[in-house]
């Protein structure tokens, strides 16, 4: 299996554009969940799906910030419109029942400046 | 607020000594706790968990102690290589929380030859 794949891996953009992040997560994990990393912070959650439906998004930071999941092997990350204190590395990570947290598997990550 | 502290923003040890990486929590309710590991450009990779029942759990070099009493566990890496050299996040999870981990902001550790 190809693990976890996100794209873009590095994106620039300028404050105010739509920044679009997407995962494929690994086939056959019910789980996806959205993580942020900064220094600051750390490593955050943002938002997890079960079987494609959002199940705690009180990581997400504001209403700029919105994921979805149309299908078990696609989401999407969106933040309209961004603004410089967004940038960071996303995360997207897959998971399945029952060994839910023993088995994260993260992509890559996607490293975002906004300029 | 951060409720799972790593306060050892980076540590340096020498190869075939021991690396202990520490972590401190918050909220009693964490019943479960996990170590990543993370190399630059990629993402975090699951190392070791101890479930609340116990005091210890051991993987190989790597061994994870919890001190319940003290909100406190400790990774312990013996013998060290310079292939361990990482950033180390700390995770703990509440019962039924499903996959809700609270991370850590991590340690980087450095294994010089």
């Known amino acids: 299996d190809a693990g976890v794949i996100q794209s873009p891996r590095h994106e620039v953009t300028e404050m105010g554009q739509e920044v679009t992040l997407r995962c494929k997560p690994i086939?056959?994990?019910?789980?996806l969940f959205w993580y942020r990393q900064t220094m600051m912070r750390g490593l955050e959650l943002l938002i997890y799906?079960?079987?494609?439906?959002?199940?705690?998004d009180s990581g997400m930071p504001e209403d700029r910030f919105s994921a979805k999941m149309p299908n078990a092997s696609f989401s999407t990350l969106k933040i309209q419109p961004s603004e410089p204190r967004d940038s960071a590395v996303y995360f997207c990570?897959?998971?399945?029942?029952?060994?839910?947290?023993?088995?994260?598997?993260f992509g890559p990550g996607t490293r975002l400046l906004v300029l | 607020d951060q409720q799972v502290k790593q306060n050892s923003p980076s540590l340096s040890v020498q190869e075939g000594r021991i690396s202990i990486l520490n972590c401190d929590y918050t909220?009693?309710?964490?019943?479960?706790f996990l170590w990543y590991k993370k190399y630059p450009a990629e993402g975090p990779t699951f190392l070791i968990s101890?479930?609340?029942?116990?005091d210890k759990n051991e993987d190989g070099r790597f061994t994870v102690f919890l001190n319940k009493s003290a909100k406190h566990l400790s990774l312990h890496i013996v013998p060290s290589q310079p292939g361990d050299s990482a950033v180390y996040f700390c995770?703990?999870?509440?019962?039924?929380?499903?996959?809700?981990?609270?991370f850590g902001k991590g340690t980087k550790l450095s294994v010089k030859p």
């Open positions: 990570a897959s998971s399945f029942a029952p060994q839910v947290l023993k088995t994260q598997y």
């Open positions: 086939s056959g994990h019910d789980y």
């Open positions: 799906f079960n079987n494609n439906v959002p199940i705690d």
């Open positions: 909220n009693s309710m964490f019943d479960y």
């Open positions: 101890i479930s609340s029942i116990k």
């Open positions: 995770a703990a999870s509440r019962g039924g929380s499903q996959g809700n981990l609270i």
